[in-house]
């Protein structure tokens, strides 16, 4: 596969190091402590670019996740999506996942420095994503590395008079090298948990999930919370080594993926639960007001 260009941002005050690729989706392959990965690889930017197998840290857009069904109401109408038209991937039960931009390559970079980069793409200009994605707006993506900390703030800007749903995520993968998966030790704070059928989608009943702070072991996880205040923070932890996920704002959602067969856990930052674009349970960003969600993430 042809070599695509990266772009790698350096702390002005540690070794640490992330590397992004505009051209395959903005997606982050690399964020590395003075050459140790801490994120988890899988398949590899080949398989993301082919097959849309995440890893990384990858942006989920429009929607994080899944969808319930291949379509949902917006304005009267309807929007159907078909997989593979118009970025559109499904699960394996056929559900429309993970929504449009998997390594897509119309993102534009606008600045960039030796620990900054700003890159944004405008809805209005692509018909293929308006097809899946009807809201015309200019997403941007403005990512900073320093004080040994990733931060990524998102802004939406709608272009039009319409509103655009707010329903996007990220999936962070992270890996902590020469330490045993089963002892890693996972910490959420106190969230509201959601109850999801076979197929992964809110059923809409939910419990209470206690501050959480426990080794891994053999556990696994794919779970999906609201009601994450602002601040919140997720720390994965093994060894003398501590990542912490911080939902600065903008982020109430979260998703918490911890497979049995692979060494990593994803922390996903979500501005609306999982299949909320057909439920209408999200917020939106409006003409008048962009909105813009941050999250980071911290090294100590």
Known sequence: MAQLASVVLRDPSSPLTATYVPSAGMICTSLSDD???????????????????????PILYPWANRLSANGYDVDGGAVTLTNGT???HTDKHGLAIHGVL????????????????????????????????????????????ADRALTVATTVTPTTGVSVPLCYGFHPYFTIAGVPRSEWTLQTPRLRHLTVDSQ????????????FSEKLGDKIFDDGFDEVPGGAVFTLAGGDRRIEVVYDQGFPA????APASDDLVAIEP??????????????TATPDQPATAVFTVRLT
């Not at 998997?102 to 700003?118: C, D, H, I, K, M």
Request: proline residues 6%; hydrophobic residues 40%; aromatic residues 10%.
């Open 86 to 88: 118009g970025g559109v």
């Open 200 to 211: 992964g989608i809110p059923t809409g009943a939910t419990d209470q999930w206690p501050a």
């Open 102 to 145: 998997s390594a897509y390559p119309g993102w534009v970079v606008t600045e960039q420095s030796g620990n900054q980069l700003t890159a944004g793409l405008d809805f209005g200009n692509h018909p293929g994503l308006l097809a899946s994605f009807p809201f015309p707006h200019v997403l941007t993506l403005d990512i900073t590395l």
């Open 270 to 283: 979500m501005t609306a639960q999982t299949n909320s674009l057909r439920t209408g349970a999200y917020r």
């Open 254 to 257: 979260a998703q918490i993926f």
């Open 35 to 57: 050459g140790v990965e801490l994120l988890g690889q899988r398949r590899g930017l080949d398989a993301y670019l082919t097959n849309a197998k995440t890893f990384g840290i």
